[in-house]
């Protein structure tokens, strides 16, 4: 994948089969609004024509996959209380890179995205995160913060994992209490 139309398009291909959806980043967040078919030249250069005449390039956002991974779940977790959709909830992770503000930035991004979990990175240690082997992380979950300490990135990776298990977890005991709470349980054979 190289564009963000590119990335959005696939993670909604797939999302219908995912229980979890980890999404670790946007490819990027803005894209110019006019792409050259060819690369700018400097102006007065003997290509002429395709030259960047002044210093400004117009930006515009790129679709923000992430919300519409939520919306989609609030639009099946709608369909399943009025009884259409049999799929249980997603569990979706977001990440946030972040340069200030880092834990009360991660969790403003936690509640206006409606994400179950912001896995938050302060980027501006240059030994951890971007270009670097290992990475410090704090998840952060509604109900529960988590500080990961600098470690190789292969084991944040497993703490994220364990994080992502213990909520789905949480969600399926939570699902199950409430199926078999309601009175149409007690009429129905119990789950295989």
Do not use: C, W
Not at 148 to 164: F, G, M, N, S
Not at 182 to 187: D, E, K, L
Request: charged share 25%; no cysteine.
């Amino acid at each position: 994948m190289r564009t963000a139309e590119e990335m959005r398009a696939a993670v909604m291909n797939h999302l219908d089969a995912a229980t979890v959806v980890i999404k670790t980043a946007a490819v990027a967040d803005y894209r110019p609004r006019n792409a050259a078919p060819q690369k700018l030249k400097r102006a007065g250069s003997a290509a002429g024509s395709s030259s960047l005449r002044s210093g400004n390039i117009e930006l515009e956002a790129t679709p923000d996959i992430l919300a519409e991974i939520v919306r989609h779940r609030q639009a099946s977790q709608n369909e399943n209380h009025a009884g259409q959709g049999t799929r249980r909830s997603q569990i979706i992770f977001g990440f946030a890179a972040e340069t200030e503000n880092v834990l009360e930035n991660a969790r403003l991004k936690l509640g206006s995205k409606g994400v179950d979990a912001i896995v938050v990175n302060d980027v501006t240690h240059a030994e951890t995160g971007f270009d670097a082997d290992r990475n410090a992380v704090t998840i952060i979950l509604r109900d529960e913060v988590v500080d990961v300490p600098a470690a190789p990135k292969i084991e944040v990776a497993h703490t994220v994992l364990d994080a992502v298990v213990k909520l789905r977890r949480q969600s399926q005991a939570s699902a199950d209490a409430k199926e078999f709470s309601s009175p149409a349980a007690a009429i129905q054979p119990p789950r295989p």
